[in-house]
């Protein structure tokens, strides 16, 4: 079980998450959802120790998660990523294996074995070679992805990855999403999307800097709730 108790972030002053709490069963696929500056990112860059945590903890099947991120997999916005960094497809997806070998030793054949079935699973293997700045926004999306399944990952998260991509791009990850789910991989996926496919995650969470609700999408998606998370008008709309 993935287990997150009382978390809170304070942001220059300001508490950006504050006291949040949560269990969810290995092999779920996980929506996070919530208004603009709601705190998802913040949530999940803490739960993986990118940012210093106020208080709280978070534990991976009984264990603290900072101390297991070989076991995690994450994949931030796009738009926090150097796409004029001049690296090729092959070379980002092989980063996924520097953390296992280390920077300076080599990649063994297994290394290059997972690569490449990462790169075939999502349809990019014919373009390693292509440098990855020259690729269209949903292509980078399922390069990102590649390298998060080469790891090989217990845990995986990504935020907003539906993000600016086209029709193929989003089917491919959402079949590759249910895969994973499927093999017991937990999945978490920080979502903007409150329509139709919010069916297909297991669980939601709902939040804006507190936890509002969690549950199946029946639960969730309530004109209470999301008044509570995105005030009255907004909440008219997506009910």
């Keep these: 079980m993935l287990e997150v108790r009382n978390l809170s972030v304070d942001y220059r002053g300001n508490r950006a998450i504050d006291n949040i709490s949560f269990s ?7 929506g996070i959802i ?4 709601a705190g998802k990112s913040t949530l999940v860059e803490a739960m993986l120790n990118l940012i210093p945590v106020t208080q709280g903890s978070v534990r991976f099947k009984e264990k603290f998660l900072k101390n ?8 931030p916005q796009r738009s926090l990523i150097d796409w004029d960094y001049p690296a090729r ?3 980002v997806v092989m980063m996924a294996q520097t953390v296992q070998t280390g920077l300076f030793r080599g990649f063994g054949k297994q290394a290059r074995y997972s690569a490449r079935e990462a790169l075939e699973r999502v349809g990019l293997y014919d373009l390693r070679n292509r440098p990855i700045g020259e690729l269209s926004g949903g292509q980078q999306q399922r390069v990102f992805l590649a390298r998060a399944l080469a790891k090989e990952a217990e845990l995986l998260i990504f935020d907003e990855p ?8 989003e089917d491919i990850i959402y079949d590759i999403f249910q895969e994973l ?3 017991g991989k937990t999945l978490m996926v920080i979502n903007h999307d409150l329509g139709d496919s919010l069916a297909v995650y297991d669980r ?4 804006n800097k507190r936890l509002i609700a969690q549950g199946s999408r029946q639960e969730v998606i309530t004109s209470d709730n999301l008044e509570r998370a995105y005030g009255r ?3 008219r709309v997506f009910a």
């Design 89 to 91: 497809v092959w070379n």
């Design 24 to 30: 969810i069963p290995l092999g779920q696929l996980v």
């Design 162 to 169: 539906f993000t600016g991509v086209d029709r193929k791009t």
């Design 204 to 207: 939601l969470l709902l939040l």
């Design 68 to 75: 297991q991120l070989l076991r995690t997999s994450y994949v």
């Design 181 to 183: 789910r499927s093999e």
């Design 34 to 37: 919530g208004p603009n500056g």
């Design 233 to 235: 008008g907004l909440a």
